[in-house]
């Protein structure tokens, strides 16, 4: 069973702020001969598509709590996201003892501004499309970390995560038509879990999309 809620409000015009929070119940499937129970932990995922932090086994109760606000005028618009995850890991040890539970924390902070003065509302379309003129052209940048532990005492393993610095760049050539452009910067707390493990230093990725919209 699983019970969610979320609360938005906007109290200025172009400002929003919200929160949510959900509590479930968590159960690990049956271990044994013969048997190749899953873990149904959270999963730690980079932006880039590079797994750092496997499933663990978890059972009992999982929590979440999160946050957010928004900031849109004119061209520019600003976010802002917060949350922690927390899972029980009733009779998960090697003696069937509880183990500590485990703790995913994460926030990000990102901006985007429309060079060509086009408004953030939703969709956009631009003033000048070709072959008039340039299109709607939107740079953006974006800061998040992601880390996992648990709320045990910090010894041997003590923890992951990654932290991610993106710089992105969208065109809207015609209204219909959208291309996108990131560049990812990533770094791994463990260098271990690393896409190279053992190597430290900055992970870069490049990433391209193009959307179109159906009318």
Do not use: C
Not at 31 to 54: T, V
Not at 120 to 135: C, E, H, N, S, V
Not at 149 to 173: V, Y
Not at 178 to 193: A, C, I, K, Q, S
């Amino acid at each position: 069973a699983t019970a969610v809620g979320r609360l938005l409000v906007v109290p200025a015009d172009g400002l929003e702020l919200g929160g949510s929070a959900s509590l479930a119940d968590v159960e690990a499937e049956a271990a044994g001969p013969g048997l190749d129970p899953l873990p149904k932990g959270i999963l730690g995922e980079g932006p880039s598509g590079f797994l750092f932090y496997e499933r663990h086994f978890v059972q009992g109760k999982r929590r979440r709590l999160g946050g957010e606000a928004s900031y849109r005028r004119g061209p520019v618009g600003v976010t802002a996201e917060w949350l922690r995850a927390g899972e029980e890991r009733r009779g998960q040890g090697s003696l069937l003892d509880d183990l500590p539970a485990q703790v995913t924390t994460g926030w990000s902070a990102g901006a985007t501004w429309l060079l060509t003065g086009e408004k953030k509302d939703g969709t956009i379309r631009p003033r000048r499309p070709l072959p008039r003129g340039p299109g709607a052209i939107e740079v953006g940048a974006r800061l998040e970390l992601l880390r996992f532990d648990d709320e045990g005492l910090d010894q041997g393993f003590e923890g992951a995560g990654n932290r991610i610095i993106t710089g992105g760049l969208s065109w809207w050539p015609v209204a219909w038509l959208r291309l996108m452009g990131n560049v990812l910067v990533e770094r791994y707390d463990d260098p271990l879990l690393a896409p190279e493990p053992g190597r430290q230093g900055n992970y870069v990725t490049f990433l391209a999309r193009t959307q179109l919209q159906l009318r």
